[in-house]
């Protein structure tokens, strides 16, 4: 039996370790102004991470910019960036993050135009891809490269529970989160050599501006027939896994699935 003084000793010895576990790490996370993404990166800022924040529109950015300053100190910078323009990727790491040495890269930037295949428009069905999978494999792309020089990184993409299982009325979304699911396996086959991890996190239902506009009969009707835990997960949830991840040395190429039961 451990003394009181023991247990608070232990306690301490965690917390302390908890803080500090990405001191002097650069982690770079993209839709990081709102949701998972931001979730995502305070975790990282809370453990002594110096975060990139990467989000579409400039003046989201400049606001969480600034709220990691007042909250966490010094050494954390936002982007305003469109990862579903490939030219605005290759541009970003060729000025901004030119010669920024990335530790960790969350791929969280995402996107749904929700709709029966047979309705949605021809942009709705670019975006969501250009986004959603060709966005992540861009900055994947960029960042793997300054990982592989010095062989060291750990890259979590952000895919989702109907990339597994499929939804109806989500079919180009499912599909470009079972594409994201299949490249984090494959670059985890090309990265694995060069000590560079590559994983994804599969969240459910979670409550975020999307899950918000589901109608309440039928989010009722989701917790009743579909999640066996009875409620949509939380952002932290998500946030939790991939700091799990990010420190899990020896796990590679896999996809956490975090959805309270929903795929059982």
Not at 32 to 57: H, M, P, Y
Not at 209 to 234: H, Q
Not at 246 to 254: E, K, L, R, T
């Amino acid at each position: 039996m451990l003394s009181r003084g023991a247990w608070t000793l232990c306690r301490q010895v965690h917390t302390n370790v908890k803080q500090n576990a990405f001191s002097n790490k650069i982690a770079l996370v993209t839709g990081a102004s709102r949701g998972i993404g931001l979730a995502i990166a305070e975790s990282f800022a809370q453990r002594g991470a110096k975060v990139i924040l990467v989000s579409q529109q400039p003046e989201r950015a400049k606001a969480v910019e600034a709220r990691f300053l007042s909250s966490f100190g010094t050494g954390h910078q936002s982007i305003a960036l469109d990862i579903s323009d490939r030219s605005s990727v290759a541009e970003a790491f060729k000025n901004q993050l030119k010669g920024v040495s990335i530790d960790y890269l969350v791929n969280a930037a995402g996107v749904s135009r929700d709709g029966l295949l047979v309705q949605l428009k021809d942009q709705d069905i670019l975006d969501t891809i250009n986004t959603n999978l060709i966005g992540t494999m861009s900055v994947s792309q960029y960042a793997a490269k300054t990982m592989m020089r010095k062989r060291s990184g750990c890259i979590i993409n952000i895919t989702s529970a109907v990339g597994i299982q499929g939804n109806a009325g989500q079919s180009v979304y499912s599909a470009s989160k079972a594409g994201v699911i299949g490249f984090t396996k494959a670059l985890a086959k090309e990265l694995g050599p060069v000590n560079v991890r590559v994983n994804c996190i599969a969240p459910g239902f979670i409550e975020t501006d999307m899950t918000n506009a589901i109608p309440d009969g039928k989010k009722e009707e989701l917790l009743k027939s579909k999640i066996s835990l009875k409620r949509f997960g939380s952002t932290q949830d998500v946030a939790d896994a991939a700091m799990f991840i990010a420190q899990a040395d020896y796990m590679h190429g896999q996809t956490l699935v975090i959805d309270g039961g929903l795929n059982l």
